[in-house]
């Protein structure tokens, strides 16, 4: 049907149906048949034979209001589908950690306008669930999202753009916070800040895992969500929480960032990108983080 509006639309245009079957590259009876065949679905008249040629009845005036602008906006989309099976892609969707995008995302952009500056960015600061919602939903192209990542590698094509060492995260007036530096199983007894699995999954499970290599399992006093709500946490309830290392550049109120000294104690970046035939733009991207991770290492 969609072929039939945009034929009639034609000949509306012209004015004439010899003329739309000439623009159409179609036979003049061809074209007559399926104006016939459109009037028939619809159940109405849609042109009237002048001796100037034809022109729209009602019904013909109020399709070309009403579809035209469908005609256009599937024609459009069409388009951009067309473009994507190419590779090609005039927009790209990011979902990144906030906590990330100042280290990592913020130089790897400067970089993709370089070299890509007709590409227009939609940046979406969520958290690590609603990143993994996103692509899965098809709302995003590509996603910078931390260890959360690991369990959802298999879905998507995925980067490891850099192993972090971690700190731990502690009250300015926590004996802790004096430390240059601190082994994880010097925290055996602290009470641990959690975050809610539901907006960062498997977050606690890597505490978790860090804590036994040194012996003991963590007591998580509190769960929150989020990772802001966490570091209140941690000044309110004198908890501590593990987080990638790049927070001691990072400044909260009355949070002091600890590196931790145990060499097995790592966090992962990881990239997250659609499968399928990955647009230009979006593979300059994920190498221009793969540059910038290099620097973070």
């Given at each position: 049907m969609m072929d039939r509006i945009r034929a009639l639309l034609t000949v509306i245009e012209e004015g004439s149906v010899n003329r739309a079957a000439v623009r159409l590259r179609i036979t003049q009876p061809a074209l007559s048949r399926q104006m016939q065949a459109l009037e028939n679905e619809l159940g109405g008249k849609l042109l009237e034979r002048e001796t100037s040629g034809v022109k729209p009845t009602g019904l013909g005036h109020a399709l070309v209001k009403s579809m035209s602008p469908l005609v256009a906006s599937y024609d459009e989309a069409l388009a951009e589908l067309r473009r994507q099976?190419?590779?090609?892609?005039?927009?790209?969707?990011?979902?990144?950690?906030?906590?990330?995008?100042?280290?990592?995302?913020?130089?790897?952009?400067?970089?993709?306008?370089?070299?890509?500056?007709?590409?227009?960015?939609?940046?979406?600061?969520?958290?690590?669930?609603?990143?993994?919602?996103?692509?899965?939903?098809?709302?995003?192209?590509?996603?910078?999202?931390?260890?959360?990542?690991?369990?959802?590698?298999?879905?998507?094509?995925?980067?490891?753009?850099?192993?972090?060492?971690?700190?731990?995260?502690?009250?300015?007036?926590?004996?802790?916070?004096?430390?240059?530096?601190?082994?994880?199983?010097?925290?055996?007894?602290?009470?641990?800040?959690?975050?809610?699995?539901?907006?960062?999954?498997?977050?606690?499970?890597?505490?978790?895992?860090?804590?036994?290599?040194?012996?003991?399992?963590?007591?998580?006093?509190?769960?929150?969500?989020?990772?802001?709500?966490?570091?209140?946490?941690?000044?309110?309830?004198?908890?501590?929480?593990?987080?990638?290392?790049?927070?001691?550049?990072?400044?909260?109120?009355?949070?002091?960032?600890?590196?931790?000294s145990d060499e097995r104690a790592r966090w992962d970046f990881i990239v997250l990108w659609q499968k399928g035939r990955a647009s230009t733009a979006t593979r300059a991207l994920v190498e221009a983080l793969k540059q910038v991770a290099v620097k973070l290492r």
């Open positions: 099976a190419r590779g090609e892609r005039s927009e790209l969707r990011v979902g990144y950690l906030l906590s990330a995008a100042q280290s990592m995302l913020t130089p790897a952009l400067a970089k993709l306008r370089k070299s890509h500056p007709e590409v227009k960015l939609k940046l979406h600061d969520m958290s690590p669930r609603e990143q993994l919602d996103g692509l899965r939903a098809g709302e995003l192209d590509l996603a910078l999202i931390g260890q959360e990542g690991v369990m959802a590698a298999r879905e998507f094509h995925s980067a490891k753009l850099c192993s972090l060492h971690v700190c731990v995260a502690v009250s300015d007036d926590d004996a802790i916070a004096a430390r240059k530096s601190i082994a994880l199983k010097e925290l055996k007894g602290r009470d641990f800040i959690g975050v809610d699995e539901d907006q960062v999954p498997g977050r606690n499970r890597w505490v978790t895992a860090l804590c036994k290599t040194a012996g003991f399992k963590p007591r998580f006093a509190v769960v929150v969500d989020g990772i802001t709500n966490v570091l209140s946490q941690v000044v309110s309830e004198s908890g501590v929480t593990l987080l990638p290392g790049y927070f001691e550049k990072l400044q909260h109120p009355g949070v002091t960032f600890v590196p931790v």
